[in-house]
């Protein structure tokens, strides 16, 4: 597997705000995979939500109409409005997933700039399992399209801002206000979305944590320490050594941490589920978490503006719940170089209507389906995800 990616050395800002802001502008190309919908958008068939084709959907002969959305070399000066956002097909459900991934990979490639060998690896990792993706499409059911995602925000006059620190689109440093650290004191950035980190994309799933780490590796990055995520969702990251009881066992630190521990979501200090992605449902065929009857019916990452953290990273509430890496010593920290354990964060896409836990930032999960991070046959189901940090050196 290869070793997580550091900045070795200071980032030219300028290059990496252009390249974010190229990447926030890329158009729909409009390539039309076989087995998809004639129109590309999303039907009752292919088990997402049916509606008119957005503008720039391929037609039956796989042709895609002009778009108005400009293109990669107009992007505008930063702070571009995230409402101008149009992913390369973005109009394209498909109903097979080795044509939904293909898809997603040409959306990755040209949303993050990534270089073919960093997209060869994550293929690889994919091509793996038969059940990584973005759920399975005979029975997902999207509540919300990518154009409607974007429409949305727009609206609401979301912008997506440039962080050359973190050395890659759609980052955010995290840091401790409460110790007086300001960005500049930053030693990590964390995805802003639940991977593949673009914005209006849907969450992937099906991944185990093993799975999760070596694609975060793959694209430079590694997977999140539980106490990480926590903190770039409650607006403080805490060191490892306040926020884990080493030494004890895995009960003892889950208790000791969550008996009196903040209690506050990414949006505020009050609970409200409608502010995020919970308000989709469960397929009435999901009794026992199997591929063939649950859908991954989550909502494009980053619908949901007012879902969003003080540093700026979304949807740590409902649309997919999130691996991360829960250490047992300091040593399995993964921004030590090390894996501990599995922990999962956050909440699902079911939880204005059935809350399952708690989903406050900083709450500890039990022991469900804990292994070691790395464990081949670590848990893997349909409302679970991930997303990637990356450390400043």
């Known amino acids: 597997m290869p070793a997580p990616r550091r900045c070795s050395s200071p980032v030219n800002a300028t290059r990496l705000a252009a390249a974010l802001l190229a990447a926030i502008a890329v158009v729909s190309c409009g390539v039309a995979a076989g087995g998809d919908s004639a129109s590309g958008a999303p039907d009752a068939s292919a088990g997402t939500p049916a509606g008119p084709a957005p503008s720039g959907a391929p037609d039956a002969s796989g042709a895609a109409e002009p778009s108005d959305a400009g293109d990669a070399g107009d992007a505008g000066p930063p702070g571009r409005p995230a409402g101008e956002i149009v992913l390369v097909d973005e109009d394209l459900y498909p109903d097979a997933i080795d044509k939904q991934r293909e898809a997603m990979f040409r959306r990755m490639a040209a949303a993050l700039s990534l270089d073919e060998a960093a997209m060869a690896r994550v293929k690889a990792i994919f091509a793996g399992s038969k059940i990584i993706g973005q759920g399975n499409p005979k029975v997902t059911n999207y509540p919300l399209t990518r154009k409607q995602c974007r429409e949305k925000r727009a609206a609401a006059g979301v912008v997506e801002t440039p962080h050359p620190a973190c050395g890659a689109?759609?980052?955010?440093?995290?840091?401790?206000?409460?110790?007086?650290?300001?960005?500049?004191?930053?030693?990590?950035?964390?995805?802003?979305?639940?991977?593949?980190?673009?914005?209006?994309?849907?969450?992937?799933?099906?991944?185990?944590?093993?799975?999760?780490?070596?694609?975060?590796?793959?694209?430079?990055?590694?997977?999140?320490?539980?106490?990480?995520?926590?903190?770039?969702?409650?607006?403080?990251?805490?060191?490892?050594?306040?926020?884990?009881?080493?030494?004890?066992?895995?009960?003892?630190?889950?208790?000791?941490?969550?008996?009196?521990?903040?209690?506050?979501?990414?949006?505020?200090?009050?609970?409200?589920?409608?502010?995020?992605?919970?308000?989709?449902?469960?397929?009435?065929?999901?009794?026992?978490?199997?591929?063939?009857?649950?859908?991954?019916?989550?909502?494009?990452?980053?619908?949901?503006?007012?879902?969003?953290?003080?540093?700026?990273?979304?949807?740590?509430?409902?649309?997919?719940?999130?691996?991360?890496?829960?250490?047992?010593?300091?040593?399995?920290?993964?921004?030590?170089?090390?894996?501990?354990?599995?922990?999962?964060?956050?909440?699902?896409?079911?939880?204005?209507?059935?809350?399952?836990?708690?989903?406050?930032?900083?709450?500890?999960?039990?022991?469900?389906?804990?292994?070691k991070l790395m464990d081949r046959n670590s848990h893997a189901n349909y409302h679970l995800g991930f997303r990637c940090c990356k450390d400043i050196d």
Request: aromatic share 10%.
């Open 169 to 371: 689109p759609f980052m955010v440093p995290v840091y401790d206000p409460s110790a007086g650290q300001t960005e500049k004191d930053a030693k990590v950035c964390v995805d802003e979305y639940e991977f593949p980190d673009v914005p209006c994309e849907h969450p992937v799933v099906w991944v185990s944590s093993r799975e999760a780490q070596e694609i975060c590796a793959a694209v430079g990055k590694r997977l999140c320490d539980a106490h990480e995520w926590e903190g770039a969702c409650a607006g403080a990251v805490h060191a490892p050594d306040v926020e884990y009881a080493f030494g004890r066992s895995r009960k003892e630190m889950k208790n000791l941490h969550n008996q009196d521990r903040e209690l506050v979501w990414s949006y505020g200090l009050a609970k409200d589920h409608k502010k995020c992605g919970t308000t989709s449902k469960k397929n009435k065929g999901c009794t026992s978490s199997g591929f063939k009857g649950c859908g991954s019916n989550t909502f494009p990452a980053g619908s949901f503006p007012e879902c969003k953290s003080p540093f700026g990273a979304y949807d740590l509430h409902g649309n997919a719940a999130e691996h991360m890496n829960f250490p047992m010593k300091p040593a399995e920290l993964t921004s030590a170089g090390g894996t501990g354990q599995t922990e999962m964060k956050g909440s699902w896409f079911i939880f204005s209507t059935y809350e399952a836990h708690p989903d406050d930032c900083r709450w500890r999960a039990p022991d469900w389906h804990v292994t």
